[in-house]
């Protein structure tokens, strides 16, 4: 059974840093992308950072310097570090393995002016 499960999310003050965690099993993590995404009050979820299995990434514009995803396959591993945080990250984000399209339950993250 594959599970997903994200951590790290919390309160912090606008200008502080957080650092999310998504763990994987059940799959062979190594070989697929993995994106975080969020979803904030009444908006729809949209991607925040992919990372693929060759560690290549992309970020959505609004938080490219801000926001650093990477991977460690060894410990089936996603990150999402977060820098510089505004009370627009404010959100649910949520890991996605991409090949299965496979879902963690989101952790939020509530960033504080």
């Known amino acids: 059974q594959v599970q997903l499960v994200e951590s790290g999310g919390g309160l912090v003050q606008a200008g502080g840093s957080l650092t999310l965690s998504c763990t994987v099993s059940?799959?062979?993590?190594?070989?697929?992308?993995v994106a975080w995404y969020r979803q904030a009050p009444g908006k729809e979820r949209e991607l925040v950072a992919r990372?693929?299995?060759?560690?290549?990434?992309n970020y959505v514009d609004s938080v490219k310097g801000r926001f650093t995803i990477s991977r460690d396959n060894a410990a089936n591993t996603v990150y999402l570090q977060m820098n510089s945080l505004k009370p627009e990250d404010t959100a649910v984000y949520y890991c996605?393995?991409?090949?299965?399209?496979?879902w963690g339950k989101g952790t939020l993250v509530t960033v504080s002016s």
């Open positions: 059940g799959i062979i993590f190594a070989i697929g992308p």
């Open positions: 996605n393995y991409a090949l299965g399209n496979y």
């Open positions: 990372i693929t299995g060759g560690s290549s990434t």
